[in-house]
């Protein structure tokens, strides 16, 4: 039966991606929701063996774009892979893993366009409707069963996807490739999972002493402070090398006394590191 289920709800995303609709979607983020995590899994490879998943992503970039500017930020995928509909995970998942118009190396995060989409789709041609062809292959580390049939939720309960997330915050942080916005999300990660590393590798290797933190700006506050300080050593001293405010998936800068917007990266960092990539 796992198979037959499994092909049969690939099969609505689909259809789904070749004449989208409201009622359609709903019905196969419905049918995702009765499925057990296994049954995800063989639907998910399937959606990967046949194409599909190019042009889901077309189909689902308007719910992955939250700010509607035609571009996803890393922020908007990141939030996008947590979403409680499924054909948003799957799709958000799919960018993440294999990057869009090679803009997204692996774990690397970067902005993507509805143009860089579209050209994906075009790249990647045709879909075939799942259960029509049995010569497409699998690629069997896209999403990993972590359960068994006992986890299946009660019927329209929600069931977030058993995934493996190839995404490493500490990785995205020392990539001197990464933008400033991925490397304040990383340090929101890496602070909120409880094991925030005091020791990471600048662009020439070197280990850097730091410190992170995200604390409230104002008791109760929505907005938060986001800061990773340099120690030193030897004295305790910190200087910071980032600092932003956080609200949901946004960053925004911080400002001086006086009033005034101050860069993301810290000045005294700046000046003792020109070439640091940390900042813009």
């Known amino acids: 039966m796992t198979a037959d289920r499994a092909t049969e709800v690939a099969g609505k995303v689909y259809d789904l991606t070749q004449d989208p ?29 046949d194409n599909v998943l190019p042009h889901l992503l077309l189909e689902e970039f308007s719910h992955i774009d939250a700010d509607g500017d035609t571009n996803v930020s890393y922020v908007e995928n990141l939030a996008a892979m947590e979403s409680e509909e499924a ?35 075009e790249l990647f041609g045709d879909a075939q409707r799942p259960g029509d062809s049995d010569d497409a292959t699998e690629d069997p580390d896209l999403y990993q069963h972590t359960g068994d049939d006992s986890d299946a939720p009660a019927e329209g309960e929600h069931q977030p996807l058993q995934i493996t997330v190839n995404y490493d915050p500490k990785a995205v942080l020392e990539n001197p490739d990464s933008s400033t916005e991925a490397q304040l999300t990383s340090i929101l990660a890496l602070v909120r999972s409880g094991n925030a590393p005091t020791t990471i590798k600048d662009e020439n290797g070197n280990d850097i002493q730091v410190r992170m933190e995200v604390v409230p700006v104002a008791e109760g506050s929505d907005r938060s402070f986001v800061h990773m300080f340099a120690v ?49």
């Open 232 to 280: 030193d050593p030897e004295t305790g001293a910190e200087i910071p090398i980032l600092r932003a405010i956080n609200e949901g998936n946004s960053f925004e800068p911080q400002r001086s006394a006086d009033g005034e917007e101050v860069p993301f990266v810290g000045t005294k960092w700046k000046r003792a590191h020109p070439d640091t990539m940390f900042g813009d």
């Open 87 to 121: 054909t948003t995970r799957i799709a958000a998942e799919y960018a993440n893993r294999y990057g869009v118009n090679d803009k997204l190396p692996g774990v690397h995060y970067d902005t993507y366009s509805l143009a860089d989409v579209t050209a994906d789709v």
């Open 21 to 49: 609709s409201e009622n359609v979607r709903n019905e196969v983020n419905a049918s995702f929701a009765a499925l057990t995590p296994q049954d995800t899994e063989a639907a998910t490879q399937k959606l990967f063996a």
